[in-house]
């Protein structure tokens, strides 16, 4: 009975702070939006004028809300906004070009994020979201099996992983490793071009996926498929794999650390996370998720306010303490609890040289037409030469 | 007596207008932007969108991946078709039997597919069709076959999508041939039998001809629902590999919700209609000159 008073009576506490407090309403998605309440009590608590309305939306709903959302101006203030889907519905013209607030903000300021997250942020040269998390992709691998065939390491450099899968292959495992995805291909081929300096557009705009970098990129990655090492669609089980040793090295992101340990302790102690091969560099692909400001939100100031609060180093580690996921400010990652967690503390590392795919409505047809020129050179139809100059055709031609 | 025209608007004007709203009107919409340039950036402000007139339809007669989905689809209608039918058939005529054992276990099992969802089939089928450590494989590694890469093949990927689409209609469609069977009346067999005609004979001869309106039926929605593949590849392959298994909602989905080229999905799911309707009305003429 007292317990329900005390409830009671903090119940009716919170609600005459709340009075007239201005409503922000912000669309979350998956483990974020059941977590993000945490963090707007925190905001209330500093800030009693504003009340904040954090509505979960399930992932595999979130693409459909949005756009009926959009095409039917029923849209929150804030919303979350997988990396990848800043483009297409960033110029749809929905979103709060954030310019002018940047410019008066004193957290929020490019220099204080990841490079590559906040080039997410940008679509047509406006910078519409703000990094809220980010993850990006690192090598997994089988430490005991790698052993086995001479590495005490993890292959540093692309001839080291070539050398080591052909060896695990030797040694017994069915593959060496895994690169194919049945969809989004790209996400496992861009690194590797990024890597040996090539991209899909130069900073004119032109389309240079037939030059030397792109093509040695192309090749080398698939030579994997090619000679057999590594899964030609239709891969396993990617835990059953690890354990069992069929593909000991894989690249993936952070939330695949918790996973492992959770799911196949048995090989505790046997596996590490590593930096991508270097060959100019070490690229990987950056994603995440940002933050974005509809144009017909009737608060914007009040919806900055919680972006920026959300973009506060010790409000970006308090995100991790809770979902474990990345923070886009590298302050945040001098703190204890991100380097206590050394194969964390690799993606930190990662951080600083990952990168985003072009932020252009095209790009998601760009990506269709690279995952099946990809497939035509993995599948031995065409040489990667061959494929690339017919990329760069499609690419001319979606781009004309 | 005449009917008040009062009443008529009460008892079919909801219905009516319902249809209105949710059918007629979204039809008519999408056949007026399959005229216009509607893409991205015209879907937050209509102004941006212009009738470019047939142009849609001229680069889709144009467009490689269109005809390689068209013929990808009528691949699977032509194969899919009198198996669904076939099969359905000689099940619903087993189950039928007065002879046959555990038959409300059959009907069940056969039944099952149709009611789970198609996301929840795909992930089994794609482990059971996975080359390394799939079922299929593993059983027909028992008989020393080495099985194909199902999903991985070019050649055997539109297949496997095929096997999953029948095994999935056919428990649909024993239900509806059950149906027209138990209206078959005994006496009709009684008199074949007199007559000496077999077992066979009868079938061909009396189950058949009774048949002829389930099976009219049961072609006609196969057809159109075949004509509509989109699940199954979407969660098996997703058009891969080297878009075999591409089919033609599935490059409408791909056009209008990836790429939000809405014009150009729209003249796309008008095609499919134009050929829904060709193949149907084609259908009816057929049973019509045969009656």
Redesign the interface.
Known sequence: MRKTLVVLSVVMLLVSFNFGATKITVWAMGEEAKSLDQLAELFMEEYPEYEVDIQAIPWANAY?KI?TG??GRQVPDIAQMGTTWMA?FG????FEDLAPYIENSEVVKPENFFQGAWETGIVDGKQFGIPWYVDTRAMYYRTDLLAQVGYDHAPQNWDELYDAVKKLVENGS?YGITLYQ??DNYQVLLPFVWQNGGDILDSAGNVIVDQPEFVEAFGYYTRFFTEGLT????G??LFQDFASG?TPIFFSGPWMVSMIRAQIPQIDGNWDVALMPENKSRTSFMGGSDLVIFRDSKNKEAAWKFIEFLSRPDIQVKWYQIVNALPSVPKAWEDPLLQSDPMIATFGEQLNDAKAPINI??F??IS?SI??RV??AI?G?KTPEQAAKDLKKDIEKILK | MKTPLRAIIGFIGPSIILLLIFMLIPIVVSLVISFTDFD??A???WGRASFIGFENYVNLMQDPLFWRALLNTLYALVVAMPLTVVLALSFATLINREATYFKNFFKVSFYLPSITNTVAIAIVW?WM?????GLINWFLGLFGIQGP????D?IWAMPSVIMLVVWKAVGYNIILFTAGLQNIPDYLYEAAELDGASRFQQFLHVTIPSLRPTIFFVTVMTVIGYLQLFEEPYML??G????STLSIVLYLY?QG????KLGYASSIAFMLFLMIFALTYMQMSARRSEV
């Open positions: 459909d756009l959009i095409a297409p110029s749809m013209g929905a069915r049945p969809q899964p030609i669609a239709g396993g089980n069929d409505p095209e998601q047809e269709v995952d099946s497939q035509e599948y139809r | 991205v950036y879907i937050y402000d794609a069709l996975n080359p390394d450590y890469n199902w999903l991985g070019p392959t997703a891969g590999p080297l878009n791909r919700f990836r790429f939000f």
